[in-house]
């Protein structure tokens, strides 16, 4: 028994997200997701459920290499069509006071200082409920959207996050003082220009004179989010992220991956305590074992083995090998693959038939589920996040939103008689629920608070 | 005596938008603008006034060239801070149904893929009911904040945004197919792959494979909105626009650059009553004279002259020269100036102390300007309409949310009575509105309708 476990819900503002074929199912509301009404109902569910936030992934290009196009992911709508996720924030946010929102972002293809100006203007609006989660982008599709023949390779992405970090530091925590902004009617001064500080950056990769056009916001730096596997991405999540999204396959292998990441942070002269974790979680709950039974049938009828492909198939074209190659082989061979897509499936004497067989299956095997009723999802959920030490989950959705309604209905009050979740929401920011009451900027040992000004 | 005259308010997500030192105002609400409330409040406000749209200006560098840095600007809250305007569209959207949102956006600093699915975002999220106001860009400041030395020349910037433009109609128009999302739940088919196409866009300035991410949005390209002034700029607006903001000094002036913009637009090939022109309108209003009077000179304590040097600063540091010298002889020895702010100022034997004494008046001699009782505003509101033939008007904003209150509660009814203001919205979409039923989509002789596919 430990404290409080905090859960966002994984969220895309598209159609298919990570279950693909569920959009058939008669009681998901997925193609309503160019509605603003799908958006401000969610974020009240999620409130009445205290959530900590809707986290919400994102891609910008097609999943393009199965079957040699995109044709499978834009008939199966595997993440296309798929809209702009930071602007159904501030929807959400106007029905909502608590709730944070996380939303992806690629430090690839588009400038700092207008990511910089929107961040500020989502953590003003939303009253410090922010938070980036960090991406470089992995599809060569996404790269030629913007003006690429290819996609720029791996630690050459993390170099160019590095010093976009870095003017995203500048611009937030150096920019403006603290008291910069003095709204003084008596002597017409609304800001102290004393105060703001142009930032000339010049580095390898960028040049930025600023200063910020944003006044600091709440939090001014969101919440950093991260989920980095490559060595360079555990690095940059180590050095820079505040919650880390993980997919580990059991709290064992889980415990070390964030034994593993704090020791990292450590050495880089963060405090280690200061990054949470927030693995994968995929929850059918009902409320007797035979209704869970029919509920993960009727599931499993709707899923779309090829849906899965198509999107796996960013890593490696499965229709183009014969069913009983060795993925090893593959690989070893080279070809035309992505590197991280296709290392969860190498050194495991995997053949093509076998990842064929398993795509598109509902149940264990890989990251967190469990299909119990109220009473054995909690044990499981208690058991996962106390023998990993995770800070909470983001539970992965099957339908819209019947998945976090059962959550918000079934899971909830069973954690919350276990004292386990919480019962109200105090007023904070996204990063003082994670780090407590007056955490609202980042900590002293955050490579970030390097760039305020004395 | 003629049609409906159409209102939108011109707004900017930030403290001082055109009017300098009235935040000071103690009933001016600017400085709340961080606030999603500040915006919800001021969407409520506008739809009970039928107005068409708020119109968001917007700026991605500070105003430093007055007194030879951004000081000037930082201090009078003149542009900066400055928010994302695209951020607050989505919670405006949220509790309204019929307002439209003109949002403005540069052409020169970021990658159009991106800015397309924006768009199209916030097209299916107010149910088509957006504008897109085109800019290139005018500060040297802003090109600072995106790798550059200085602004791109002015004709350059014209040629990108051209080049933008294609890029946009290829993913708005010609990408997605009408009737290529299926929705088909039996065979599980959401979009037919036949009806997506890249687009494989191989120009000078951009390279943009495609497909497009999001699906068609009711408008698919958005409502055009430009403000050129310069011989390029009124060629790109005679080509790409449908709503024209201008500031002409007279209803003749107006009438004159409405009639050459649309031979123009019909030497290209276009239906010159496509293009719809709002004049900006200054306007006070209050049930008898007297009050007109002392609210004039409320306003007037409150103006602050330096505030508008600095934004005028960005044309020519008028600090630097002395107050007898002529403008045009500053402009013809060359400086340190921007041609598109000073053009206004120049070949009318200005000194520099007229360019001072004139700066923050509250009064005529500039663009449409009128305090009066309603009757005397309707009066000159309709004179100008009719002898001009403008669509409408942007109205600006002394005190937020005063104006548009006055304006809303005084002047609306006033003009409802005449028959030349709308009494309820009907359905429809932005463009809609001012082209009539059924016209959601660009014209078939505007340039974006020739990127369709057959």
Known sequence: MSGLIHFNLFEMNCVGHIQHGLWTH?????HRYTDLEYWTDLARLLERGLFDAVFLADVVGAYDRYRGGPETAIREAVQIPANDPLLVV???AAVTRHLGFAVTFST??????????????????TKGRVAWNIVTSYLRSAARNFGLDDEIEHDLRYEIAEEYLEVLYKLWEGSWEDGAVLRDRERAVYTDPAKVHAIDHVGKHFRVAGPHLSEPSPQRTPVLYQAGNSERGKDFAARHAEAVFTGAVSPEALREEIADTRRRAAAFGRDPAHITFFPSASVIVAPTEREVEAKVAELRRHIRPE??????G???????YGPEELI???????GDFTERAVRPLVGRGLRVRDVLDSVGRIGGGGPFFVAGTPGQVADEIERWADESGATGFNLMQYLSPGTAEDFIDLVVPEL????RYRTEYGDATLR???LGPGAHRLPATHPGAAYRRA
């Open 26 to 30: 008669p009681a998901n509301n997925r």
């Open 90 to 92: 501030p929807a959400m």
């Open 108 to 125: 690839t293809y588009e400038p700092p200082f207008a990511h910089a100006r929107r961040m500020s203007t989502l953590d003003h609006l």
């Open 307 to 312: 849906g899965f492909l198509a999107q796996r």
């Open 314 to 320: 960013s890593g490696i074209d499965l229709a183009a």
């Open 328 to 334: 090893d082989d593959i690989v070893a061979r080279g």
């Open 416 to 419: 919350q008689r276990r004292g």
């Open 432 to 434: 003082e629920r994670l």
